[in-house]
């Protein structure tokens, strides 16, 4: 693995002092000065001296010294560790930092590509140091030192490649100022750039429910709320349902995992600014992690046409549009169950046993089959024909099963034969929602021209179709909720 720490080179290091000591002979360089109308012979002594500063830090791997710089304490701490040390310099830093170096006695070579040539050309710069950067698997960026728009360059590239590949960038020293040139302590300020991808990824979640991948944070809390989000993410944009909103025995849902750790941050001191400064963009997905949680409470219908609406919000109109197809199917289902008391617990019961098998290699009793038959049944009403498949019965294969479920799917299919005719048969005397049923046809239409490519629509009137369906599927709860408390 290729390694560096990339500084940028300051001036800090030699001191030069002056001294004029008047009457004193024969040193470096005599000047002639006045003096109570005596002319006297004086010399300016020049003594140069590499003054050191005391260096604490809180950063492991670099040990409490004292240096005239951070260049020299970079070299000791991590060439050895196997990181090339690259320094970022301008000619007059350069020679600066050789004189400290050969005052230490350290043999460091400075490299010609290293160089910057023009400190106001803030693209070339810029580009230099992302292409140092892309160069290394690992890489510590020191900006301690150097000119005012080189480290802010340095740590805006840090920021980007934090963002495409976060586990570059493993620390962002700097030495930080305790007394002038006396006095340092090197800290690590990672942390923000896990400020910048957490306040990213919650940004990013709230406009599309999206989590990138590559994304990674050293704190523990964030990460949990990363690994957290992406779950629901994969759940709501694969929309598995169940496993988002229900708590078991054996594990507690997505959303109640986010609730706990979301609350941990929201309730944590303010004195940690660095929680603080995210507290807004959480807040946000807070409240809508709690109106997900209140879908519990709610009929299967009214989550899907609720998760509908995000997604149509969103932009994932296919997605939109399948959860709707759900969404009538359920209600078709729903208001099927209403016919009769054995009907609806038949009903309940494939729902049931569908729901318990469904992560089976094979299942059998098939929600989707339910929900698009309960559809075709409340659509066509007595005029329904199964078309070899009858509402409720089970196909299967017996090569895959063994003989005891067999007989079990025998015996439910003896019980569920006679249910198609009666629930035809109710339909042909009970009046159904004239409006559901148009709307029925009107969803599967938008979602097999969407899910087929849509080649024959401008993608703008699709996501007007969904926009119209899903206030009509509103209207219809509506009528249908009225009707129920008449």
């Not at 810029?126 to 698997?137: A, P, V």
């Not at 932009?315 to 099927?336: D, K, P, R």
Request: proline content about 2%; glycine content about 2%; aromatic content about 10%.
């Amino acid at each position: 693995m290729n390694k560096a720490v990339i500084t940028i080179l300051g001036t800090l290091g030699k001191k030069e002092n002056f001294n004029f000591e008047p009457k004193k002979l024969n040193f470096i360089e005599k000047v002639r000065y006045f003096f109570n109308n005596d002319m006297l012979k004086c010399t300016k002594i020049v003594t140069s001296t590499f003054p050191k500063a005391k260096y604490k830090s809180q950063v492991e791997e670099i040990k409490e010294t004292e240096n005239i710089n951070t260049l020299p304490i970079l070299i000791d701490t991590f060439q050895k560790n196997g990181y090339e040390i690259i320094s970022l310099y301008t000619e007059f830093a350069r020679s600066k930092q050789e004189e400290v170096l050969k005052h230490l006695n350290i043999e460091y070579e400075f490299k010609p590509k290293w160089e910057i040539k023009n400190e106001t050309d803030f693209d070339a710069i810029f580009s230099q140091i992302d292409s140092i950067i892309d160069d290394y698997d690992e890489v510590i960026l020191d900006v301690s030192h150097g000119f005012r728009h080189l480290p802010i360059l340095a740590i805006v590239d840090a920021i980007i490649h934090n963002l495409k590949d976060t586990e570059r960038i493993t620390k962002i020293l700097f030495a930080k100022e305790i007394i002038f040139q006396k006095e340092y302590e090197f800290i690590d300020l990672k942390r923000y750039l896990d400020l910048a991808n957490i306040s990213y990824a919650l940004n990013t979640f709230n406009r599309n429910y999206t989590v990138a991948s590559n994304i990674t944070v050293s704190d523990k809390n964030f990460t949990n709320i990363l690994n957290s989000l992406s779950e629901l993410s994969k759940h709501i944009l694969a929309n598995s349902i169940y496993a988002l909103l229900e708590d078991t025995n054996e594990r507690i849902s997505v959303i109640t995992r986010l609730q706990e750790e979301i609350e941990k941050i929201l309730n944590s001191d303010d004195n940690d600014k660095v929680y603080s400064s995210v507290k807004r963009p959480l807040g946000i997905i807070k409240t809508h992690i709690d109106e997900l949680y209140e879908l519990r409470t709610k009929s299967d219908y009214e989550k899907m046409f609720f998760l509908s609406k995000n997604m149509y919000e969103r932009g994932y109109l296919l997605n939109s549009i399948t959860l709707l197809s759900e969404a009538v199917g359920m209600l078709c289902m729903n208001e099927i169950k209403k016919l009769d008391d054995s009907i609806k617990s038949k009903v309940q019961d494939y729902e049931d046993i569908a729901i318990m098998r469904k992560d089976e290699d094979y299942p059998i009793f098939k929600l989707y089959d339910l929900y698009k038959t309960s559809k075709g049944l409340y659509k066509f009403g007595d005029r329904y024909r199964s078309y070899g498949k009858q509402y409720l019965k089970v196909a299967y294969n017996r090569d895959y099963l063994d003989g005891a479920t067999v007989n079990m799917i025998r015996r439910w299919n003896i019980e569920v034969e006679p249910l198609e005719d009666k629930i035809r048969e109710f339909f042909s005397h009970t009046q159904r929602d004239e409006n559901l049923v148009e709307l029925i046809g009107k969803i599967d239409r938008t979602r097999n021209n969407l899910a087929h490519a849509n080649t024959s629509q401008r993608l703008d009137n699709v996501s007007n179709e969904i926009k119209s369906v899903l206030n009509a599927f509103e209207q219809v709860l509506i009528n249908l909720n009225e009707g129920e408390q008449h």
